[in-house]
């Protein structure tokens, strides 16, 4: 089961960490990654971290803005968000794969999400 937690109103500009964490002992197994749905909207892939190596991929709109980072000691993942936009309200959500990919079919596992609201 994984848990996101961090999300919360925050003006434009602002900045934001979520975390998602898991009691499972299997979590360094996994590539961990993070997607993001807004009302009306296809669920969006931003970036994905692998299982050690701390390779990561992201989504282009968001490169340099979003950074994704893991703890495997503390079976946490976390996705740092700077100069946050209206744009990016949305329920963000992390999940887990084997591999480091960006289709949401090949994540097996999810979280239940975390509101984030960016107001202008």
């Known amino acids: 089961q994984l848990v996101e937690s961090g999300g919360r109103l925050v003006q434009a500009g602002g900045s934001l960490r979520l975390s998602c964490t898991t009691s499972?002992?299997?979590?360094?197994?996994?590539?961990m990654g993070w997607f993001r749905q807004a009302p009306g909207l296809e669920r969006e892939f931003l970036g994905a971290?692998?299982?050690?190596?701390?390779?990561?991929t992201y989504l282009d709109s968001v490169k340099g803005r979003f950074a994704i980072s893991r703890d495997n000691a503390k079976n946490t993942v976390y996705l740092q968000m700077n100069n946050l936009k209206p744009e990016d309200t949305a329920v963000y959500y992390c999940?887990?794969?084997?591999?480091?990919?960006?289709?949401?079919?090949?994540?097996?596992?999810w979280g239940q999400g975390t509101q984030v609201t960016v107001s202008s």
């Open positions: 999940a887990a794969a084997p591999t480091l990919n960006a289709k949401p079919e090949n994540y097996n596992f």
């Open positions: 499972g002992r299997t979590f360094s197994h996994y590539a």
């Open positions: 971290i692998a299982q050690w190596s701390g390779r990561t």
